[in-house]
Structure formats: C-alpha cells, structure tokens
C-alpha cells in the first residue's frame, strides 16, 4: 500500500544486499547482561513476508522477563527480543500490499517471542501485522503505539465494553499501558483517576486528560478515589499490580465493576470475598493482547487510531536511546520512566 507523500528512505540503498547486520541477541536465559550486540547475517522473508529495515523499536517489560526466563513460549535460542517497531520496507514480493521504501509499524505479532525482534537492524515480518504510519504520526510515535495502545483497547473496549460517561481507575497509570489507557478512555468520555506514587508523573497525568491522579500508596487512598468519582466508585479497573492490590481495588468498584487484569507486578496469588463478586456482580478478567488474530489486530489498530487522532492525541515518549545503548534503554524501563521507551537503531 503506498500513499503519494509518505515516508521514504534511499531506495538505492535497499538496492545493496547487506551480508552481515547488527542484532542484540541472547544464547542463554538470565540476567539482562546476557544481552548483547551481535553480527548476524540478514534476514530472509519467506512467502507473505516482507523484510523491514527497522529505524525504531519500543521496549516493553515483557521484554526483560523473556531474557531473564520468566515468560512463557519463547522460541529457539538465539533470539532477539523487541515487539514494537517501525521503519521502511527493504523488500517486499511481487503483488505485496507494500513497496520498498514505504513506510510500516509492525502490530501485535510472536515478532520478539517466538521469532527474532525488532532490537534488528533488519526484521522479516508477516505482512497481515504490519501497517502503513497513520497520517500525521512520526516513525517514534507509531514504533512507540501498537502493544500497549492495543493492550488498553483490548482492556477498555473489546472486553471491558466502555460507555461514555463511566469511571475508569486506571493502576500503575505513568507505564505504557497506563497512559494509553488514560490517553482512550478521556477520549471515549469516560471520567478518569489515575494512580501514580511519583508527585511529578501525577501532574503530566493531569496534563494528559486524568480527572484525577492519586498516590496509590496514600493511607486514604479508598476516600480519594470514592470522591473522584461521585461516591460511585470506578466501573472498570485497569489492573496493572495484582496480588493483594486487586482485592483492594474491587473493593473500591462500583455494581457490575469490571477488573480488566493486565499485569501482575504485586504478585499472582490473591484472597478474594466471593460475597462481594457476588453482591457486586464483579467481573474479573485477564487481558492477553496475544490473543488478537492480525485480522483482529488491524482492525483495533484503526480504531485506536482514529480514537487518538479524534481526541488530538500522540503516544508519549520518555526517552530515545541508541542502538548501542540498549542495556541504558532497560534500566531507563526498570525506574523513572513515564511513557515508552525506544531505541534508535538506525539513524536514516
């Protein structure tokens, strides 16, 4: 697919057959250090396929934990890891939607799970997960979007059937999911509390479209968020901590709440009050982004879109490291971070 006036690069230099390419890469599970810049030779697309030069990727958590051994269904060893990224078709098959030169985000996909990553200088992608950089979206901000934009969509609409008008607590709201839920929701007209402990993350909350930003570790935190919403409490929780923390969190939600789990950072295991699902009509469920088809994908990545681009919304970015740096990238994710973190792995 290519549109006049999109994104280009040097297609004399697509031209040349690059033999041996950079690629961060681990032999063996363990601690992050295991993770290191490598020449591998490049990637060759097989049938439906196209090979993409990678200009930025986006660093997830899940990211860390697939080095470290702690997430499930990783794929053979050496792998490079990285979900997210954007940048220009290399090659592409006679008939292929795209042509070389134009300009691609790659969507949810096993790209950094099961199959080598974008944290490439080169990354054979499926073209039914790839799409065109939306109108007006930088390469930073379309590398930065699909896996945690989708996450929230898959969290907010597709299972948690928002309405105009609902309340939305959103947990550990300053990550990459959180501000994407935060960024959705305001743009659905939904009231909005986000929780953060950081006094600085709390207010670019605000400035992003929170009704309200609270510390979650406040010993009232229960009366605060019963205020931000009218005595209501939230209809959907955008679970981000777990453990402990969710039953707290139901306590707090409103007749026919919606628990929407997406991450587990205070632990898997919980003691919950039946009687309370049960009076409440809680519902409680997990949010996997993996289990989108492509078709699926492509069809929540257009919505997501046209929600963000209604609202005059742009994914936020914390920090842009370089190729080299992508061990400073990590740490950058592991604290202090607020909206995603990429690497610039080429710089043309």
């Given at each position: 697919?290519?549109?006049?006036?999109?994104?280009?690069?040097?297609?004399?230099?697509a031209m040349g057959k690059e033999r041996v390419v950079r690629a961060w890469r681990f032999h063996e599970f363990g601690e992050i250090g295991v993770y290191r810049l490598e020449e591998v030779p490049t990637p060759k697309p097989g049938?439906?396929?196209?090979?993409l030069r990678v200009r930025y990727a986006a660093?997830?958590?899940?990211?860390?934990?697939?080095?470290?051994?702690?997430?499930?269904?990783?794929?053979?060893l050496p792998l490079t890891v990285g979900r997210d990224g954007a940048g220009m078709i290399h090659e592409a098959a006679a008939g292929s939607r795209f042509r070389v030169g134009d300009a691609a985000?790659?969507?949810?996909s096993e790209i950094g799970i099961t199959r080598q990553g974008t944290l490439a200088d080169f990354v054979a992608v499926p073209e039914a997960v790839l799409a065109p950089i939306p109108a007006g979206w930088s390469l930073q901000e379309a590398a930065a979007a699909p896996l945690v934009y989708l996450t929230a969509w898959k969290a907010l609409v597709t299972q948690g059937g928002l309405k105009a008008g609902e309340t939305v607590l959103v947990t550990g709201a300053s990550g990459g999911v959180g501000i994407a839920a935060v960024q959705l929701a305001k743009a659905f007209g939904a009231r909005v509390i986000a929780?953060?402990?950081d006094?600085?993350?709390?207010?670019?909350?605000?400035a992003l479209g929170a009704d309200a930003a609270l510390d979650d570790t406040a010993p009232d935190l229960a009366g605060q968020i019963g205020k931000a919403s009218d005595g209501t409490g939230p209809d959907i929780v955008i679970e981000h901590l777990g453990g402990p923390r969710?039953?707290?969190?139901m306590a707090l939600a409103n007749m026919n709440g919606r628990i929407m789990v997406i991450g587990l950072l205070a632990g898997r295991n919980v003691e919950l009050d039946l009687g309370m699902v049960l009076f409440k009509q809680v519902r409680i469920e997990g949010v996997h982004v993996g289990k989108y088809t492509p078709a699926e994908a492509q069809?929540?990545?257009?919505?997501?879109?046209?929600?963000?681009d209604a609202a005059g919304a742009r994914p936020v970015i914390d920090k842009i490291h370089p190729m080299e740096q992508v061990q400073e990238a990590f740490a950058r994710l592991a604290g202090g971070h607020l909206g995603k973190v990429l690497v610039e792995v080429n710089t043309q």
């Open positions: 697919m290519h549109h006049p006036g999109a994104f280009r690069y040097n297609t004399l230099a049938p439906g396929e196209v090979l660093l997830n958590p899940a990211d860390r934990l697939l080095i470290e051994g702690r997430y499930p269904g990783a794929g053979q985000v790659v969507l949810r929780l953060s402990r006094v600085s993350k709390r207010a670019r909350l605000l969710l039953a707290e969190h069809d929540a990545w257009r919505r997501v879109v046209a929600v963000m």
